[in-house]
């Protein structure tokens, strides 16, 4: 079964700092691995998909990376804002045919003035 | 257009009450999607339909019956919920078939709350 991790659970950071947010997941055999934003009781927010084939996308101060090998991911968001504050999960796809995302628990990122 | 609409918002009901929830999506994606997500929580799958057939079903209860009356609208049937049930309710598509990024937008959710 594929589990899906990311640290840390929480950040609290003033606002310009460079972000990394890491994922983890165990089995490396994915098709794509997809980053979302999540506001307080609000609906997913697609922010950068990464195909297994890829090595990175990159969108505005975003940047996601993946090493598939090692089951790594990394979202590094730049020169961060208090509007990036959030919960930002990390999903992994395993089939091309209709294989289900799995989540992991996500990072709630709080970004002060 | 890149949106997936979900209806209401918010939904009170009581546990021998019967409503529905609604979603479309005007992508022209061939699969749609339920999620449960309660607070703090990831989403997890419930069910999955692709071209208007049900392809995936998490073992999800009875008492949660989807439909997909055509290829834009995905139905979620409640009857005789638990109080356990309240959660965030998320919708959402994909494309389907060979070459296609599979990348799934999520609707705002229904928020789901059983007295």
């Known amino acids: 079964k594929q589990e899906v991790t990311q640290i840390p659970a929480a950040l609290s950071v003033p606002e310009g700092e460079n972000l990394v947010l890491n994922c983890s997941f165990t089995?490396?055999?994915?098709?794509?691995l997809q980053w979302f934003r999540q506001d307080p009781g609000k609906g997913l927010t697609s922010l950068l998909l990464?195909?297994?084939?890829?090595r990175e996308q990159t969108s505005g101060r975003l940047n996601a990376s993946l090493d598939k090998s090692s089951g790594r991911s990394t979202l590094y968001i730049a020169a961060s804002q208090p509007g990036d504050s959030a919960t930002y999960l990390c999903?992994?796809?395993?089939?091309?045919?209709?294989?289900?995302?799995?989540f992991g628990r996500g990072t709630q990122l709080t970004v002060w003035p | 257009d890149t949106e997936v609409t979900q209806t209401p918002k918010h939904l009170v009901m009581g546990m021998t009450n019967k409503k529905s929830l609604k979603c479309e999506q005007h992508m022209g994606h061939r699969a749609m999607y339920w999620y449960k997500q309660k607070a703090k929580k990831p989403p997890e799958l419930m069910f999955v339909?692709?071209?208007?057939?049900?392809?995936i079903n998490e073992s999800v209860p009875s008492r949660f019956s989807p439909e997909c009356p055509n290829s834009s609208l995905l139905n979620l049937h409640l009857h005789a919920l638990q109080p356990e049930d309240s959660a965030l309710y998320l919708c959402?598509?994909?494309?389907?078939?060979?070459?296609?990024?599979?990348?799934?937008?999520f609707g705002p959710g229904t928020r789901l709350t059983v007295t």
């Open positions: 959402a598509s994909s494309q389907v078939g060979g070459g296609t990024s599979y990348e799934q937008y």
């Open positions: 999903a992994v796809r395993r089939g091309s045919t209709l294989g289900r995302l799995y």
């Open positions: 990464i195909q297994s084939s890829q």
């Open positions: 339909y692709s071209y208007e057939k049900l392809s």
């Open positions: 089995d490396s055999a994915i098709y794509n």
